[in-house]
């Protein structure tokens, strides 16, 4: 039972509605009625409830979690870090030993042709850092015009002014005034079971999506598109890989008009898709890329944009005109969090945290793949371990439910009793992104729960 709030009247709001009253991708009315799931342990892939009940966090947090809730060597660094140096910046050509040894180890395990780190404190950060420094770079190149930016229809990449102009999901745009400015432009959504016409194979899919983005760039000017930034596979969108060949063509496309690749990695970076970046797994060569979440396992928040070696040397000399770099978060590369960073990494090396992903991805994308046949789900998707399951109404048309019958949340409600965490996504879809520690039969007992919320859910529907 909820506590009333000691200082006010039992009409008042209590101070746990206070603490939640603006909760982030909530129902704000409904929240307001029913308050939050208040979480307060957790251990492996598991969290408790205040009541003692216990979950299976399916969505790893939010995206983040790889290293489970309870990895005393996070805690350690952290508190070692507090003792010797809780805080210092990196202004004015300052640096502590955290942050030099982070950059080192980073730029290590970058993919080619990234040269140096620009460290901030979330997703949201680094992508707008990649957009000012894209932008930044083409000032110093001589070509001020050449300033927008092209995304795809569902992509997520923050909530910031700019990268919330390119986060293309409506309810995280409508009555923000987003996008903003005009420089944002948008693409067909790479998923070729939503979007995809009628006969295009993968391959058919692709060649059409890179002939829409030559189209576009025709139609706008080169001389005026600076980058096109997209997710190696899309999360917040719907968790959906991209169809065969998809990159490639559309790199063959960028490098002909000279428009720079933004890799958003924050959610697949760090072994998220079996390798170490989604770059790697799609052939991606980014020019600038965006990393965060598995970063520091979501203990702490930290977060970085990467760029070429190429662009670091535009800086440098847009630098001296200047006689600065103007970039600055008071928190980036804080040392606790740069530690607690450093140490993840560490972990990601020591355990075989790649080769333990390769290991149960396939068991995992059988048992999502076998839930495609649930009559409720009308496509079962995913990569490593990463998944979607997009629920419709009618598998034969693709119908998804209508809005009244709030599918999506049904399925998350059903998913809590049956005994796991997650959120719905657009089109009704389930995320599934577990911690990266996730054991084989760790798999089979939250696919059964999910088995038993679908089920659970498909019978609320059919009362409809």
Not at 25 to 49: C, F, M, Q, S
Not at 419 to 432: A, C, I, N
Request: proline fraction near 7%; charged fraction near 20%; hydrophobic fraction near 40%.
């Amino acid at each position: 039972m909820r506590e009333a709030h000691p200082y006010s009247n039992p009409n008042s709001l209590s101070a746990r509605d206070i603490a939640f009253s603006l909760h982030p991708y909530t129902n704000l009315a409904a929240h307001r009625e029913k308050g939050p799931l208040v979480i307060v342990r957790g251990e492996g892939i598991h969290v408790w409830d205040e009541d003692g009940k216990e979950y299976i966090d399916a969505l790893g947090g939010l995206w983040c979690t790889s290293l489970g809730f309870s990895e005393p060597r996070l805690v350690q660094a952290a508190t070692k870090q507090l003792e010797a140096l809780p805080f210092s910046h990196s202004f004015a050509h300052r640096a502590h030993p955290p942050a030099i040894e982070l950059a080192e180890k980073l730029m290590e395990i970058a993919p080619a042709p990234l040269a140096r780190p620009f460290f901030v404190n979330s997703g949201s950060e680094a992508v707008e850092t990649a957009i000012k420094i894209a932008w930044y770079t083409q000032n110093a190149l001589g070509r001020p015009n050449k300033k927008k930016i092209i995304g795809r229809n569902r992509g997520y990449h923050g909530v910031l002014v700019a990268s919330g102009s390119l986060t293309a999901i409506p309810a995280m745009q409508n009555d923000f005034d987003l996008p903003f400015g005009g420089r944002f432009l948008k693409l067909t959504t790479p998923c070729h079971y939503r979007y995809a016409e009628a006969g295009e194979d993968e391959a058919m899919f692709a060649d059409r999506l890179a002939a829409e983005l030559e189209e576009l760039i025709e139609a706008e000017g080169a001389d005026t598109i600076a980058a096109f930034i997209a997710e190696p596979v899309m999360a917040g969108g719907g968790a959906m890989p991209p169809p065969a060949g998809y990159f490639e063509k559309i790199q063959a496309v960028l490098k002909q008009h000279d428009i720079l690749f933004i890799a958003d990695e924050v959610v697949c970076g760090f072994g998220r898709t079996g390798n170490m970046w989604g770059s790697d797994t799609y052939g991606i060569q980014p020019d600038l890329l965006t990393c965060a979440k598995q970063f520091s396992s979501g203990y702490l928040p930290i977060g970085a944009t990467l760029v070429s070696g190429a662009i670091y040397e535009a800086m440098v000399e847009q630098s001296r005109k200047h006689g600065m770099f103007g970039i600055g978060m008071t928190y980036g590369g804080h040392p606790v969090c740069a530690a607690v960073a450093l140490e993840t990494l560490k972990i990601y090396e020591e355990r075989d945290i790649l080769g333990h992903v390769r290991a149960v991805a396939p068991h995992f994308q059988r048992r999502v793949r076998e839930l495609g046949r649930h009559p409720l789900v009308g496509d079962a998707r995913g990569v490593g371990l990463i998944a979607g399951l997009e629920i419709v109404q009618d598998k034969a048309t693709k119908a998804s439910y209508p809005p009244e019958a709030n599918a999506g949340a049904l399925l998350i409600e059903k998913g809590a009793e049956a005994g796991f965490l997650t959120r719905p996504l657009p089109s009704d879809t389930l995320g599934v992104c577990p911690p990266l520690i996730i054991t084989e039969p760790e798999i089979d007992v939250l696919f059964d729960r999910i088995a038993r919320a679908l089920d659970a859910t498909k019978t609320a529907l059919d009362r409809l």
